[in-house]
């Protein structure tokens, strides 16, 4: 007779699911049937984030989890000291500033090249469209033009219907995460979106710019009953490393920096002294934007 077999002998005895929401080592898990029920994790490890697919079991009313399953991919940051993972296996990513609060060109750029790195495609939404610092906005946001990053100019609290119209069909089957700077409006674009999210908005006057954080976790939502289209909320964040990015990988994965690389003379060009370099070229002829060379810059002497 062999001795009782262990879970990972018998798949039966546990289930999969959906890490849906979760803090450390709590983790709001999603079976398959649509009930959430909190889990732990085993040990000292509490490596699952929103979006992982794991195995569980249940243990009384609560649940154990087994193992994270493998990712199709992984958005997180790198600060100096610490790893924050955004979300796990996710179709695409839609970054939200607004015209107020003032937003960090630099943030955004990170984010987009974070996304990049994993793969994974990305849209901008420039929110708060009724506001008259939006023109000055939509500026700031015209090197994103030409590198095909696609720009939705919304106002998502005063003109909800034009914005739920919008983004119905490019959310439509698809788990997107939902990232940017506080008070951009990532809750309100869930909340209008996801009937029953009741995502908590920051009512912070506008004039005050204090720019303090209402949601604190990630959060994933459903948009429809079937359970084919999902959002996940995230706290607005103010830095983002990009610290498991290699400096000579940085260039490939700025796409108006990248096509002016393949110019420079020496195949290890870093682009910023060198003699016969094609991104300085183009930056001098005005094909790549100052701010975008400037974050280029910025990051890589980060890393
Ligand atoms: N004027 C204007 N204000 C808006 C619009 N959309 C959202 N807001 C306001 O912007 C503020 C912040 O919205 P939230 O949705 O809480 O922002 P958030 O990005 O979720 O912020 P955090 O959770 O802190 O990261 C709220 O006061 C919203 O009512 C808009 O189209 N126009
Ligand atoms: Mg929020
Ligand atoms: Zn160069």
């Known amino acids: 007779m062999p001795s009782s077999p262990s879970l990972a002998d018998d798949p039966s005895a546990s ?3 959906r890490v849906v929401s979760g803090h450390g080592r709590r983790l709001l898990v999603e079976s398959e049937g649509g009930q959430r029920i909190l889990c732990h994790t085993r040990g000292k490890k509490s490596d699952g984030v929103v979006g992982d697919r794991v195995r569980w079991q249940a243990s009384g009313d609560e649940g154990v989890i087994e193992a994270i399953l493998p990712r199709t991919n992984l958005l997180y940051r790198q600060d100096e000291w610490k790893s924050k993972a955004f979300a796990a296996n996710i179709d695409q990513l839609l970054v939200v500033v607004a015209a107020e609060p003032v937003f960090s060109e630099s943030q955004l750029a990170r984010a987009l090249i974070a996304a990049a790195d ?4 990305a849209r901008i939404v420039l929110n708060k469209r009724d506001l008259p610092s939006f023109a000055v906005a939509r500026e700031r946001l015209r090197p994103y033009d030409a590198i095909d990053v696609e720009v939705l100019e919304l106002a998502l609290k005063r003109d909800p219907a034009e914005a739920q119209a919008r983004l119905a069909p490019l959310l439509d089957g698809q788990a997107t995460l939902v990232l940017g700077p506080s008070g951009a409006g990532k809750s309100t674009l869930v909340n209008l979106m996801v009937a029953d999210a009741k995502a908590q908005i920051g009512e912070i006057s506008q004039a005050l710019n204090t720019g303090r954080h209402t949601t604190t976790a990630t959060q ?20 983002f490393g990009l610290r498991h990015i290699a400096a000579d990988r940085l260039a490939a994965l700025m796409p108006d920096i990248a096509t002016h690389a393949s110019e ?6 870093t682009h910023r002294h060198e003699p016969g370099c094609g991104v300085l ?6 094909e790549i934007a100052e701010s975008r ?7 890589f002497e980060e890393l």
């Open 15 to 17: 289930s999969e699911g």
């Open 118 to 121: 994993a793969k994974i495609a």
């Open 220 to 239: 994933w939502y459903w948009i429809d009953a079937a359970r084919t289209s999902a959002l996940i909320d995230s706290p607005g964040f103010q830095e």
């Open 264 to 269: 420079c003379r020496f195949y290890n060009c």
């Open 281 to 286: 070229a183009a930056l001098g002829r005005g």
């Open 293 to 299: 060379y400037r974050i280029y810059r910025e990051i």
